[in-house]
């Protein structure tokens, strides 16, 4: 079957602009994660989604950032006001059940704020 | 491509040789271990992942190895490939409470196999 699924591949956006990202997860996973990648570095929590809700938004960098997810399936990834620093890989990820790693990986959203 | 080998620790192993690639975790709660592979441009693989209830599992052609009483990680890679070239992660769960946990990823190890 289909694994987890992001688009854009690659968006150059200036700064101030505002971005959303688009994660579709492995059809019948329940749990939806987001991670972001900088450079030659690990990765770093952002937020979770079990079904809709959110029990973990500790990750979100600042209040420009949000994330909502809609009927248990796809989720959107928004942020506000890019700024440079934000220019990173954005994961997505999901997994059947949780708490039930392993996580099933898409292959990212590079963002880069000019 | 990128240029992770300024930011990584690395390993560079022969074609056919074993590697071992380590990784300490930070929380003595963490009941669950997983290790990922990430080649350039995609999203992390899944390896091999481990409960804390052990202490080794083996898949094809690799080995975790779990010391909890060190906190200490351990991906075994026998007779190693160049498409093992990869940036490999070894990730904790921590359970936060109730039915809430976070999978926390260590900074990774960029492995070259060279032919």
């Known amino acids: 079957g289909a694994g987890v699924s992001q688009s854009p591949s690659n968006k150059v956006t200036e700064k101030g602009k505002d971005v959303e990202l688009r994660c579709d997860p492995i059809?019948?996973?329940?749990?939806l994660y987001w991670y972001r990648q900088s450079l030659g570095q690990g990765l770093e929590f952002l937020i979770y989604?079990?079904?809709?809700?959110?029990?973990?938004k500790s990750g979100l960098p600042s209040d420009r950032f949000s994330a909502e997810r809609t009927g248990g399936s796809v989720s959107t990834l928004t942020i506000q006001r890019t700024q440079q620093e934000d220019s990173a890989v954005y994961l997505c990820a999901s997994s059947l059940v949780v708490p039930d790693p392993p996580l099933h990986f898409g292959n990212g959203t590079r963002l880069t704020v000019t | 491509g990128e240029s992770v080998g300024l930011h990584l620790p690395t390993l560079s192993v022969q074609e056919g040789d074993n590697s071992i690639i380590n990784c300490a975790y930070s929380?003595?709660?963490?009941?669950?271990f997983i290790w990922y592979k990430q080649e350039s441009g995609k999203g992390p693989q899944f390896i091999i992942d481990?409960?804390?209830?052990?202490d080794k599992r083996q898949g094809q052609r690799v080995t975790v190895l779990l010391n909890k009483t060190v906190k200490h990680l351990s991906l075994q890679i026998a007779a190693t490939q160049p498409g093992d070239s990869a940036v490999y992660f070894c990730?904790?769960?921590?359970?936060?409470?109730?039915?809430?946990?976070?999978?926390?990823f260590g900074k990774g190890t960029l492995l070259t196999v060279n032919p």
């Open positions: 990730a904790e769960n921590v359970v936060m409470g109730g039915s809430n946990y976070k999978l926390t």
């Open positions: 929380n003595s709660a963490s009941d669950y």
């Open positions: 481990i409960r804390s209830n052990m």
């Open positions: 059809s019948g996973h329940t749990a």
């Open positions: 989604f079990q079904g809709n809700s959110a029990p973990d």
